[in-house]
């Protein structure tokens, strides 16, 4: 009976530092996240051009991979918390210190996203071509503002 | 004494109409280089220079900072503004500024400005350059002046710069290669100046074009600038010619990722800008610069 006691306590209390660890995440961890998420955007977008400029088939893959990014695109405001602009990572002090124009810059390129994803469910070649354009030009101009380039 | 009067109407219609006709021909003819030279500054990489790194900054009125290891360069007006921009240059002075580096009033400018590689314009086009750049808006912006090492700060020590660096020649086509091989040198390695970026430069801060477009570690704003030769590592060996046609028209690298920085402007304000077949020209001329460093 002691011995049952011993292990609920035992186990609440394990459960209780997991608990911990995860609302206190360690910012190389969060820097780290935030790169593999930012990777696997760059990715959905290769293999979209891919197709999208003819060089590959599979025109059915193409709304797989604006899904992926719009879903993926999504989590970016959430990426930058404080404490992560220093160590192994490109981003500027510049995010941080004018987080409402950042915060402009992400919901324009949500919105761009949402426009290319429209425009490949429309099944609309032109329109899909020009939104295409658009994400491009909203994921340069955050890079171009608030990444350092060193490569 | 009847008909005098009627050959003097006659003629008088036959000479404002000849006017006429040579006014227009002279008005379309520099409509046609005015959009020549409007295409020129784009493909020449003006803007991104002599526009400031701010938001709502007007295009080619000067004023951004370009830190160098050489000191901090402002770069100036560019607009017709007669007091703080090049208004009253006439082409000589336009292209003696563009190809050999000297003001109007003769002293020389620091070799930041890309005139090494504008060196080999061609006339038709430094004179399209300088027709359009005087038909944009005048903008009154004075641009700080340059901060420099006590050691720089006299313009005239250029002269003996040029003397060891400069060897201006006009661009040669190659007849052994075929025609967008050599519009692609014109645009890589004068108009479009790649190489001031792309190619290290020694301690004088000139190019060391024994290395040309293999990259460059010590940057514009100290960032590190990649080879583009075709070295597979330090290059664009693993590039087909397609991934750099997207590249300088979208600023998509192969692997998704979007240039930013320096070659954003780049691109937004030059490469983007150009034809279909000028960009397949500098792709076509960046795929025969064999690898320098890897076999």
Known sequence: MRQARLTVLLTLGMLAFTGNSTAATAPTDAIKYRKAVMSAMAAHTSAFSLINFGRVEHQDHLIAHVDALAALGTQLKVLFPAGTGTGDTDALPLIWQEPEKFGQLVTASEKSTAELRAAVAAGDKAATMKAFKAVGDSCKGCHDRYRKEDD | MAARPGLAAGSRTCVALLLCLVASAVAAASAEQLARGRYLVHAGGCISCHTADRDGAIPLAGGRRLETPFGIFYAPNLTPDRKTGIGGWSDTDFSAALRHGRAPDGSPYYPVFPYPAYAGISDADVAAMAAWLRSIPPVHNPVPAHELPWYLRSRWLMLGWNLLFFDPQPFQADPARDKDWNRGAYLVRHLGHCGECHTPRNLFGARDDSRELAGNAAGPDGGKVPGIRQDREQGLG??????????????????????????????????????????????????????????
């Open chain 2, 238 to 295: 693993r590039w087909t010619l397609d991934d750099m046609l997207l590249f300088l028209e979208l600023g998509m690298l192969p692997n998704g990722d979007f240039a930013g920085s320096s070659m954003s402007a780049v691109i937004d304000d030059n490469t983007s800008q150009l034809t279909g077949d000028d960009r397949r020209a500098i792709a076509v001329y960046l795929q025969s610069l064999a690898p320098l460093d890897s076999p």
